[in-house]
């Protein structure tokens, strides 16, 4: 069955320092991957996706993701982060194939403190 | 370019009263998708059209929920009758294609069922 999961529901850290956002899926199809990043009472926004080629893509606000096929994720990084940064970030992965449908993780709630 | 626009903002009914969301996709997207999130979730694919043609409504609740895209252009989410459960922000995307384009999100309907 085609799944996504995000391993941390919420992730607490300092500003200025690294984060990784985990993210993994299941699926016997090929993938096409994105990261979605919303606000408080606002819409998705894509930060960056994946869907050939180079395995470690750079999205906006200094964020960038690595695909690893082996292990079926597609973990997102910031080296620094700032205050501004706290939101949800979503995972989302398209299945094709046939299957063709774009299915989310469920979230994880960065929340940046000073 | 325009965004994809939702409306209304905001929906406050009775349960058992009947409520409509309207989606106006940017030009030339053929493929519209409405999807119910519910808060601290992940959004959950309802339905998706390409173009005037229902692609996939696997998880829409058919005997309560409702939606058309009759020229392929706009679309109308329906409940009737609403359930407390059905308290949520739907939100209306669309993309250019099926797989390997961005998906552009609207603002959302946050409906509030008592």
């Known amino acids: 069955a085609q799944s996504v999961t995000q391993l941390d529901s919420q992730v607490p850290v300092f500003e200025e320092a690294p984060v990784e956002l985990r993210c993994n899926y299941s699926?016997?199809?090929?993938?096409?991957l994105f990261w979605y990043v919303q606000y408080p009472n606002q819409g998705l926004q894509l930060l960056l996706k994946y869907l050939s080629g180079s395995t470690l893509v750079k999205g906006i606000n200094g964020f960038e993701a690595e695909f690893n096929k082996s292990q079926t994720s597609f973990h997102l990084r910031k080296p620094s982060v700032h205050i501004s940064d706290t939101a949800e970030y979503f995972c989302?992965?398209?299945?094709?194939?046939?299957?063709?449908?774009?299915?989310f993780g469920a979230g994880t709630r960065l929340a940046v403190h000073p | 370019e325009a965004g994809v626009a939702q409306s209304p903002r905001y929906k406050i009914i009775e349960k058992r009263q009947s409520v409509a969301f309207w989606c106006n996709p940017i030009?030339?997207?053929?493929?519209l998708y409405w999807y119910q999130q519910i808060l601290g979730q992940g959004p959950k694919l309802l339905i998706q059209?390409?173009?005037?043609?229902?692609?996939?409504d696997s998880q829409l609740p058919k005997d309560r929920f409702s939606a058309e895209r009759l020229k392929g252009v706009d679309s109308t989410l329906k409940i009737q009758p609403a359930k407390l459960e059905d308290s949520a922000v739907y939100l209306c995307?669309?993309?250019?294609?099926?797989?390997?384009?961005?998906?552009?999100f609207g603002q959302g309907t946050r409906l509030t069922v008592v």
């Open positions: 699926s016997s199809v090929s993938v096409y």
């Open positions: 995307a669309s993309s250019s294609g099926l797989g390997n384009t961005e998906a552009f």
């Open positions: 059209f390409q173009n005037n043609g229902v692609v996939d």
């Open positions: 030009s030339g997207h053929a493929t």
């Open positions: 989302a992965v398209w299945f094709s194939g046939g299957y063709n449908k774009l299915i």
